[in-house]
């Protein structure tokens, strides 16, 4: 069985939001798109998801054109259409509703080989002191292990 294979990743988004919940999503694409996603073509860092009309849709994706492609590519930073389960999507609904959630990308990856899937993350956003406490708490942690590997190694 062929690995997955990431494709586009939002570094920033564990930095920005705390993760609530995370799932799997398909995507549809037209035949030159989808030869640009696996060619590494993507830009997801201000995507974002929203329910319209029963469906969910992502906005903001960049994939650009692919070169060979001429007349048949698409707009690249056209709205595309998420592939999920009408259960799911309700659940999306109501859980968006709630105040200060939102619907962000956090990767985009082919999965055995052919299909391109979307992991889409119901996040929160976080205020400038969360990303302080954040960031103090990856240090603290850091300096931890430093310290645990230098006295593994008798360092000190």
């Known amino acids: 069985m062929p690995e997955d294979k990431t494709v586009a990743q939002n570094r920033k988004a564990r930095h920005e939001y705390f993760i609530v919940e995370s799932f799997e999503t398909g995507i549809v694409l037209s035949g030159t798109e989808i030869k640009s996603v696996r060619a590494g073509q993507v830009n997801i860092k201000d995507g974002f998801a929203r329910v319209e009309k029963g469906e969910l849709w992502l906005y903001n ?8 492609g001429s007349y048949y590519n698409k707009d690249p930073m056209r709205v ?42 119901i996040a929160k956003g976080k205020k400038l002191y969360d990303k302080r406490d954040s960031d103090a708490e990856k240090d603290a942690a850091r300096r931890i292990d430093r310290a645990i590997r230098q006295e593994i190694r008798g360092e000190r």
Request: one cysteine or more; proline letters at 4%.
């Open 80 to 121: 595309r259409k998420l592939l999920v389960h009408r259960s799911e999507i309700r659940k999306l609904v109501s859980k968006t509703q709630e105040k200060g959630l939102t619907l962000i990308p956090l990767k985009i990856y082919i999965k055995e080989g052919k299909y391109a899937k979307c992991e889409l993350a």
């Open 61 to 68: 994706v960049h994939i650009s054109p692919y070169k060979m």
